[in-house]
């Protein structure tokens, strides 16, 4: 019995074999996704902006958009895109959030923002980059600002990402409105990017490449919220533009130390030496 079973055993075995050495050579053929050719950032953002254009606006005065939506206390995740609600301003079309302010809290305080990356590659994605306007009671514009976004890799997802931020001064600001500027849809921002950087998004933000311009676009994903101290401090660390070139290393610390006599030739000794000293004494 023992023996019938190993005959009829080494077939199957020999089958999972071929099955599992067939696997194997389909395996070979498969690219992984770091290896794979970018996306057109282009034709993926030119589809979007097309999309808005088509879209019909709800809103084109700031006394139509409905500000019943309380400001988040801490950043809070917004999606802007097809299905979303459409603002015509200036003549521009683009997606919004409308908030109520909050008036306990003490002046001046700051509102965060955070610009996901929107597209599968970094080579090959777009941000959306938000202007901010504050309004009084009875929604008449206080200050109308395009954000600066700065990039931050951190070692989470909370951390990375392009940040800017608001400063609320004026004691009668009661609302606000978020939206894509036309100069903000034909903006770029500066990432500077590295094999040694990290983030929790995989290798699919990593680039070899050093740093480039990532261009906005009209959607995208976007963190808003009165600013806490995770924001606060990717934003005090986020670069938000390539460094100046210095004249390098060796002649910054030439003009950073000080002259010292041994060091010029023709420079005279602090004091003579006692046994070349003039004396009227005698030896």
């Not at 079973?5 to 498969?30: E, F, I, S, W």
């Not at 006394?63 to 003549?91: H, I």
């Not at 100069?183 to 740093?211: C, D, R, V």
Request: hydrophobic letters at 40%.
């Amino acid at each position: 019995m023992f023996r019938r079973c190993t005959r009829l055993a080494a077939p199957a075995a020999l089958a999972a074999v071929l099955a599992v050495l067939a696997g194997c050579h389909v395996a070979k053929v498969l690219v992984p996704p770091n290896l794979r050719p970018a996306e057109n950032t282009e034709d993926a953002r030119l589809a979007a902006m097309a999309a808005l254009q088509q879209a019909t606006p709800c809103c084109s005065n700031l006394a139509d958009f409905s500000y019943r939506s309380m400001l988040p206390w801490q950043p809070k995740r917004y999606t802007l895109g097809p299905g979303s609600m459409v603002a015509n301003l200036d003549g521009t079309h683009s997606y919004f959030l409308a908030f109520r302010l909050p008036t306990a809290s003490k002046l001046p305080y700051r509102i965060a923002v955070k610009s996901e990356l929107n597209g599968r590659w970094l080579h090959s994605s777009y941000l959306f980059a938000p202007t901010m306007i504050l309004l009084d009671s009875g929604f008449q514009p206080l200050l109308k600002q395009d954000i600066q976004l700065c990039e931050h890799m951190g070692w989470s997802s909370d951390t990375t990402g392009a940040f800017g931020s608001l400063e609320v001064t004026e004691p009668q600001a009661r609302y606000l409105l978020v939206y894509s500027s036309a100069a903000q849809q034909a903006g770029k921002t500066y990432w500077e990017q590295s094999p040694a950087a990290f983030s929790n998004t995989a290798t699919l933000q990593m680039n070899s490449a050093g740093s480039f311009d990532v261009p906005h676009g009209p959607d995208g994903t976007v963190w808003i919220g009165l600013m806490d101290k995770t924001y606060a401090d990717a934003i005090d660390s986020a670069i938000c533009k390539k460094a100046t070139t210095g004249d390098g290393v060796i002649k910054t610390l030439r003009s950073a130390m000080p002259t010292v006599p041994w060091g010029n030739p023709t420079a005279s000794p602090a004091s003579p030496h006692p046994s070349h000293a003039g004396s009227t004494g005698s030896p």
